[in-house]
């Protein structure tokens, strides 16, 4: 019943992990259309269909089972909570009777995942599963979006059933607004009228609900620049003249100086993270502040919005731009100019010198022509990769952005690739990070999904020992990883090609024989240990206060 | 200051803990509860006093909202409405003072339920001060246990909390 149901929602693809509670679906999978991927942990399946989920837009599907299966679930679901990617996860229950009984491999994994999912259900009755099952996926994927799982005891799953597939969901609590208030847009377009020097502030809610293009044309029309948080950066294109990078904590010095310079913020399915904002009551002091956002509760969580607007970015922006006229901003896109000239993002990689990992990250970018689908693990790298990968395309990043998750990149990348298989994927991963999850290589092998993985190894949790050496006077606590494993010879251990790239004329030698290389490949690059990533906002200061360079 | 919310939520197993958990996650205080079903068995209503400033409170409604199995929430505090808490008292009492109590029972309307040699318990039902009230003067006796339930309130008139809104005669009020 399970797979008749994921066939009408045309689920060609699951990630997953067999086990005692789940024999029943596994036996059902054994002879469906549906393909199934193997990882080799649980962990590594959510994150394998969060990234599928993330590039593709679809949501992404799970079976595990019960006990450890379950709860080793936890973090990936985590990870797509914060970040809002559509996911449905089937669990397997131990039995209905002996729910409640410590039986073997029982776990609550409906009160574990309680805060961390958008919503569970545990089925009692074989007659509600199709309705579930509709449920949970129109739920992930619809307003905003997010995980949602299925706890389904092994009687459940064993019981015949009538499989009547319902057309439609009825769900009485939840009514997500779509379409923003009229009377707000138009104060919107008022401000942007009045506005001289606008700055557009651009989340994931552009990327997932698909306003890039309108994105563009508002931008342009209007003379906007446009900077991203870290999840909306292939939002808008990196190369573009009105692109400003990513602002927040390691964001470019002119996103940060132009927000804080800004009269008009317009914040767009963003959220005013922490990471982003700095100390909230210096963030765009100066500025209005118009919020669009799909969730109500995100509006005036963490700063007071000037014009609210509840709604979908797409359809919001659909009614502002049809208001809204041309409008052109010389002196405001001079200032930026001046901005960017006065502390440009830059590093100096000597030839025959120690590798920078900027350089590496750059090279990245002009070998894929910064078309790849890209993924990263989370740290210094995955900020090296916000600062110096354009990106060109949306839904080209999947980047665990909220939770911060160590040991997402690489099996996301798995489920990137297998979402969008004619694509170039990289997995951006630091050393530490990459052995979080390295044991997907075999799966890598197995399906012969063909990643390729660059190491930024400086045998350091760099971005930690970054914070040592900054805020710890280099008291460096376990943060070193120098007896970490020969990632060449452990790519080849698992049957995959490994790289090696020390010095700078190789890097590009080796990024395209990685590239013609049809399977996976691990490429380590043997990078400066002690690189920090600048500019950087110490915790809880403005954002204007930013330190650029080891001197200071 | 403390503020009252009326929700209703689809009667479901679970219900209960998704909405005390997302009051303990985000650090909202609960004050007190009172849950019970409607005349409609499939819809429970929930009576949630939570002290909060007003931005605190702007939160947890709108987080609340994202429950899924929250069907509505009203605002009652600004609204003319009758608050009851239930309160059972039991209080030492022996021959020589049990004249006194009973005194002060019946000036506050409350109820004697049950009488032993040592003690008596006593019910009564009313808003806040009167509650404290009676508290305090029998605290003199000493009190050897109390139980309260949470707070409960309907609108005054005939508004009522409605499943899609607050309606007077049919019409949206709230």
């Known amino acids: 019943m399970v797979i008749e149901a994921l066939k009408k929602e045309n689920v060609d693809l699951i ?23 193997m990882t080799r942990h649980e962990q590594a399946a959510v994150h394998a269909a969060d990234g599928y989920a993330r590039v593709t837009g679809r949501p992404g599907v799970v079976f595990a089972t019960s006990g450890p299966g379950a709860t080793n679930l936890v973090t990936g679901i985590a990870t797509a909570y914060m970040d809002s990617v559509p996911l449905v996860l089937i669990t397997g229950q131990v039995s209905s009777p002996l729910i409640g009984t410590d039986a073997f491999q029982e776990a609550d994994i409906c009160g574990i995942t309680l ?23 129109y739920l992930a994927a619809s307003g905003r979006c997010g995980p949602v799982l299925i ?15 319902p057309k439609n969901v009825q769900i009485p609590g939840y009514n997500p607004t779509y379409d923003g208030h009229l009377g707000q847009i138009n104060r919107a377009v008022k401000a942007l009228a ?3 020097k606008p700055v557009l502030y651009v989340g994931g809610g552009v990327v997932s609900s698909g306003a890039h293009e309108l994105l563009l044309e508002l931008a342009e029309r209007t003379e906007t620049p446009v900077t991203t948080t870290l999840m909306g950066l292939s939002a808008f294109p990196g190369c573009h003249p009105l692109s400003l990078g990513m602002l927040g904590m390691h964001g470019t010095y002119w996103a940060n100086i132009a927000v804080n310079e800004a009269d008009l913020l317009i914040a767009i399915g963003a959220r005013f993270d922490d990471r982003v904002t700095g100390k909230i009551n210096h963030f765009a002091q100066g500025a209005n502040i118009i919020h669009i956002d799909i969730d109500p509760a995100e509006i005036g969580k963490n700063i007071r919005a000037d014009v609210p607007i509840v709604g979908d970015a797409k359809r919001v922006l659909i009614e502002l731009l049809k208001k809204t006229d041309s409008k052109q901003h010389p002196d405001w896109l001079a200032r930026i100019e001046e901005l960017k000239n006065c502390v440009p993002l830059d590093y100096c990689q000597e030839p025959e010198g120690e590798l920078l990992p900027q350089f590496v990250i750059e090279s990245i970018y002009r070998e894929t022509k910064g078309e790849a689908v890209i993924t990263t693990e989370v740290g210094q790298h995955q900020m090296w990769t916000a600062q110096y990968y354009k990106f060109k395309n949306v839904r080209s990043l999947a980047s665990s952005g909220g939770l911060g998750t ?44 063909p ?41 080849e251990a698992y049957g995959a090609v490994g790289l090696r790239a020390e010095k700078a004329a190789e890097v590009a030698v080796v990024l395209r024989q990685a590239m013609a ?36 | 200051m403390k503020y009252i919310l009326a929700i209703l939520v689809e009667n479901k197993p679970g219900v209960l803990v998704r909405v005390a958990g997302l009051f303990a996650r985000r650090g909202f205080n609960i004050e007190s509860l009172a849950v019970g079903k409607t005349v409609d068995p499939t819809v429970s209503r929930m ?65 004697i339920v049950d009488v032993s040699l040592q003690s008596v318990i006593i019910e009564i039902t009313g808003n806040e001060e009167k509650l404290e009230a009676i508290l305090l003067l029998l605290s003199h006796y000493g009190i050897l246990e109390t139980v309260r339930t949470g707070k409960i309130a309907l609108l005054r008139g005939s508004k009522v909390t409605k499943n899609g809104g607050v309606k007077e005669n049919g019409k949206d009020v709230l």
């Open chain 1, 517 to 552: 290389t049809p399977g996976p490949v691990v490429i380590d690059f043997r990078v400066r240990a002690e690189e920090n990533v600048f500019p950087m906002v110490p915790p809880n200061c403005p954002t204007c206060e930013m330190i650029w360079s080891d001197e200071e």
């Open chain 1, 451 to 491: 990643v390729k993985v660059a190491i930024i190894n400086n045998q350091y949790l760099g971005m930690v020992r970054q914070w040592q050496q900054i805020f710890f006077r280099r008291r460096y606590s376990s943060v070193a990883l120098e007896n970490g494993p020969d990632f060449v010879k452990l790519a």
């Open chain 2, 47 to 111: 009576t949630i006093e939570v002290k909060a400033d007003e931005k605190t409170l702007e939160q947890v409604v709108k987080q609340l909202n994202k429950l899924i199995n929250i069907l509505r929430i009203s605002n009652l505090t600004h609204e003319p409405s009758v608050n009851r808490e239930l309160v059972m008292i039991k209080v030492n009492a022996n021959p020589a003072n049990r004249a006194e109590i009973q005194q002060i029972v019946e000036t506050f309307r409350a109820k």
């Open chain 1, 151 to 165: 706890d389904l005891p092994k009687d459940i799953q064993q019981a015949e059933g009538e499989f009547r597939y």
């Open chain 1, 194 to 196: 009045r506005a001289k």
């Open chain 1, 115 to 137: 805060p961390i999912t958008k919503h569970n259900y545990l089925v009692t009755d074989i007659a509600d599963l199709p309705r579930i099952i509709k449920e949970a996926f």
């Open chain 1, 15 to 37: 990630f997953g992990y067999p086990g005692g509670a789940v024999l029943n679906l596994y036996d059902q999978l054994y002879d469906a259309d549906i393909r199934h991927i």
């Open chain 1, 406 to 449: 160590m040991g997402y990149g690489f099996p996301a990348s798995l489920g990137a690739q297998l979402g969008r298989p004619e694509e170039t994927v990289f997995c951006i991963a630091g050393d530490g990070s990459f052995q979080m999850n390295s044991q997907e290589l075999a799966t890598a092998v197995n399906y012969n999904i």
